[in-house]
């Protein structure tokens, strides 16, 4: 491909994406380049919140040319976002000028929903980027994949749709357990064949114990060929829980509101999760200078997205710990990769000093056969001490020495997390119907009432 062929790049679905995909670094860095100055060229003329930061940074777009110029932009972070939506509201000065076909927002799980606008191209690109993921993991026009994610101001559940709609596959639109009830999703899934499951890692391990009560085998009543995960962390001792369940591969996806949803994913080789870098900058900084690291050296993601028309995000730390990897992968892309994200920022607590992680604790929880998929840390304050007490379901309470399982758990988890924690046993279903199971949007791992 000549180089002046790629001026009017527009982010196409497989095959025609494989001539980026799998094309030369130099190409890739063409379209980068001349993405990354109109991005900055429009926001400087368009966005507010930017051209007043570049402003005060000393910083004017006639000294970004290339990509590698990005590192003289400053870093912009989640509380910068929320200063501005709180001085501008509703919508901040941030989403720019162009006309929005919709307005989506996170999740909340962490505080108030921050709202970001997207135009039609917008839209249309991140579902291009959505069918790109799904080929990548072996989806094609022959497959049937239900979708069980929420569709709310939780943008997956749209944006897999579509790009499930693109790739030529027909989609089952199930939502949530909210929407449509677990014990009927199940049966769905098997009398019309779902050969592919779209959810949340942790709505596929309740998904199957909801069916192994209903009676029902997961490796001969369904055909599902493949997983495909978004929307929480899938750390190894989960997938490996997924995988061993279903007796299917479960792919890891990254996304996120600000950056549209779609950015990165596995392919089958399963080598860590390429980046679409014609759309996305990603960096990975140390998380006290904010100075750039090495490739391989695990530091905060960095992300710009170079398409974006409505609410651009350049340079923003998303609070996601993971690396970036720049070497060849087996499968044939040239995209850069990212690794599963192993933290999140906004996941972490402190206990008496101690940074704890919920990801910290999944490869204890699901060594054990005994225990169903829900979990979570509650964190509380008893005679003026914080404690932090694991709660879990257990399957079969008749078959098991509970207090041998306690005492098991706790010394584990006293390495895996670095304090004492209790633990607590409770009764199938019962944190999983506390926790909201069936109409969560992603599952958050830590209860703290401290605060309360």
Aim: charged letters at 25%; glycine letters at 6%.
């Amino acid at each position: 491909m000549k180089y002046h062929d790629l001026d009017n790049w527009d982010y196409p679905i497989p095959p025609k994406s494989h001539i980026l995909e799998n094309g030369s670094r130099e190409q890739i860095r063409y379209v980068q380049d001349r993405s990354l100055r109109q991005l900055v060229n429009y926001c400087w003329e368009h966005v507010p919140f930017y051209r007043t930061r570049w402003e005060k940074h000393g910083v004017h777009p006639s000294q970004i040319q290339t990509i590698d110029d990005i590192y003289k932009i400053p870093i912009v972070t989640k509380e910068e976002l929320q200063q501005d939506l709180n001085d501008n509201p509703p919508f901040g000065t941030f989403q720019g000028d162009f006309q929005p076909c919709r307005i989506q927002s996170s999740s909340g799980t962490t505080g108030m929903p921050k709202p970001f606008f997207l135009t039609r191209w917008d839209w249309d690109v991140i579902t291009n980027l959505w069918a790109r993921r799904l080929a990548a993991q072996g989806v094609t026009s022959e497959d049937r994949v239900q979708v069980s994610l929420t569709y709310s101001q939780f943008i997956p559940g749209f944006t897999s749709t579509e790009g499930i709609i693109k790739l030529g596959a027909t989609v089952i639109p199930m939502g949530s357990g909210a929407a449509t009830s677990t014990e009927r999703q199940v049966i769905l899934a098997k009398d019309w064949g779902a050969t592919v499951l779209v959810m949340t890692p942790s709505y596929a391990l309740h998904f199957a114990d909801v069916a192994e009560r209903m009676g029902y085998n997961l490796k001969k009543d369904f055909k599902v060929k493949r997983l495909i995960h978004t929307g929480e962390p899938l750390p190894k001792a989960l997938r490996e829980k997924i995988e061993d369940r279903w007796s299917a591969p479960a792919f890891d996806n990254f996304g996120s509101v600000e950056s549209g949803g779609a950015p990165a994913f596995e392919c089958e080789a399963k080598q860590g999760m390429h980046i679409s870098e014609d759309a996305f900058h990603f960096e990975v900084v140390d998380p006290i200078t904010g100075k750039n690291l090495p490739d391989g050296e695990e530091g905060l993601l960095v992300m710009t997205t170079l398409f974006k028309q409505s609410s651009p995000i350049i340079r923003y730390s998303i609070g996601d710990f993971t690396s970036i990897d720049r070497s060849p992968c087996s499968c044939g892309r040239t995209f850069s990769r990212m690794s599963s994200v192993r933290a999140r920022l906004d996941d972490m607590i402190k206990v008496r000093g101690t940074a704890v992680y919920p990801t910290s604790v999944e490869p204890v929880v699901r060594k054990y056969q005994e225990l169903a998929s829900e979990y979570r840390l509650v964190i509380d304050t008893v005679e003026n001490r914080d404690i932090i007490k694991l709660q879990a379901e257990i399957l079969e309470p008749d078959k098991v020495d509970a207090q041998d399982l306690m005492d098991k758990l706790g010394r584990e988890l006293k390495v895996a997390v670095g304090i004492k924690c209790e633990v607590e046993l409770l009764p199938f279903g019962g944190l999983s119907n506390e926790a909201s199971a069936e109409g969560r949007i992603k599952f958050k791992r830590f209860v703290d009432l401290r605060q309360k």
